[in-house]
């Protein structure tokens, strides 16, 4: 009913207007004198973090994103050799584990099979396993030795909104955790935790581009095909903002690494085909500013979510909106709104059931 959206049309918008206080409950209650309280991962936390050696990462779609994001944060913040695996492809490949191997899965329900799976076939493999997860008491949480719930409240639109933006940070905060075994400083931890504070104004403040996404959707309603391009923790982003226009608005949506750009895609740009980018505020922005050229020169149809110092600006066939100034290491979370926003207009103006996309389900629980 009409009463259980809390005044809004669809959940999903309900979803992604709850995220400034989402993100808040992910990590309010984890920080204790500027840093993170590790006790909040379970009573063996310390004993086992001491152990690990690698991260293995492992879920099923906008988890699954989730985990590419947290491996940019693993490796490249704190040194810790992680990788990340879709559950459906791990479970069913021979795998080597090396010695000291933190499994840690990341999930909305608890549920997915696939994710279960994987995580019960290696559990006499593993040093320990971890899940990142939304609905307590699941499955995954029930069956993991240590457990970070995100804290996001039930989550009704298929399409996952609050789920992802909170699982990012509870990813952060393990990160954190067990980068102070590796090359994390203190000092950095403490620069990461303060930033974390300013979190959720900073989605405030995107969800507050709401009309502007509004028009801007219109450039999609009508098209067939789309192209996210982005890169570093953003190219995930860009693949998570192409799996929710997919999803609700049934638009072929495809992401792509900005740099892959010239290696096929680029042969797809015309016309009909707008791309969609979320930019980088690091030195990786002269190169994508150089692909982006790239794709107008071809009549493509640009739409690029950027900070106001990042120097861009609006042209012919180039729409630039503009984004608040974003701490790097927030900019994965926050820049996934606005395109949470973009697929959910799209969807309204094509008239889709958004809450209940045609052959999907919430929880895929059975093969
Ligand atoms: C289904 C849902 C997705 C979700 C995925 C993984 O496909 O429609 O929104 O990301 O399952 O679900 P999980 O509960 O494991 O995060």
Redesign the pocket.
């Known amino acids: 009913s009409a009463a259980d959206k809390g005044g809004f049309k669809h959940y999903m918008l309900k979803e992604i207007y709850e995220q400034p206080a989402a993100t808040q409950a992910a990590f309010h209650d984890r920080i204790q004198d500027g840093l993170v309280n590790e006790n909040v991962f379970g009573e063996q936390a310390a004993k086992i973090f001491d152990q690990v050696k690698q991260i293995q990462i492992i ?6 994103h989730a985990g590419m994001i947290a491996k940019y944060w693993m490796e490249g913040l704190a040194g810790i050799p992680c990788h990340v695996e879709v ?1 459906s492809e791990y479970r069913y490949r021979p795998v080597v584990i090396q010695q000291g191997t933190l499994f840690i ?8 099979a696939d ?1 279960l799976a994987a995580l019960r076939d290696v559990q006499d493999q593993i040093l320990a396993s971890l899940t990142i ?3 307590p008491g699941s499955s ?1 949480v029930r069956e993991s030795d240590l457990h970070l719930m995100t804290n996001a409240g039930p989550e009704i639109g ?3 909104t609050k ?2 933006t909170t ?1 990012l940070v509870a990813l952060l905060l393990t990160t954190l955790v067990i980068g102070r075994r590796f090359s994390l400083t203190q000092e950095k931890e403490r620069e990461i935790v303060n930033a974390l504070q300013q979190l959720p104004s900073l989605i405030e403040q995107s969800i507050a581009m709401d009309a502007e996404i509004e028009e801007m959707s219109q450039a999609f309603a009508e098209k067939h095909h789309s192209l996210f391009l982005g890169r570093g923790t953003l190219y995930p982003v860009a693949m998570e903002g192409a ?1 929710k226009l997919k ?1 609700i608005s049934y638009i072929h949506a495809e992401a792509y690494p900005a740099g892959e750009l010239k290696h096929g895609p680029l042969a797809l740009v015309d016309k009909d085909m707008p791309v969609v980018t979320v930019a980088p505020r690091n030195d990786m922005l002269d190169k994508l500013k150089a692909n982006l050229q790239e794709v107008s020169a071809r009549g493509g149809e640009l739409f690029v979510f950027a900070g106001c110092t990042q120097n861009l600006q609006s042209a012919e066939g180039v729409h630039v909106l503009g984004m608040p100034e974003i701490p790097e290491i927030l900019e994965p979370i926050v820049y996934t709104v606005p395109l949470q926003l973009l697929s959910y207009h799209v969807a309204v103006l094509k008239g889709t059931d958004v809450d209940q996309p045609r052959n ?5 629980t059975v093969e």
Do not use: P
Request: hydrophobic share 40%; with cysteine.
């Open positions: 879920a099923c779609g906008t988890s699954y559950a899965s990341i999930s909305q329900s608890g549920e997915t994710t997860c939304n609905v995954l298929v399409a996952s789920a992802f699982q799996l999803e999907l389900a919430k929880s895929v």
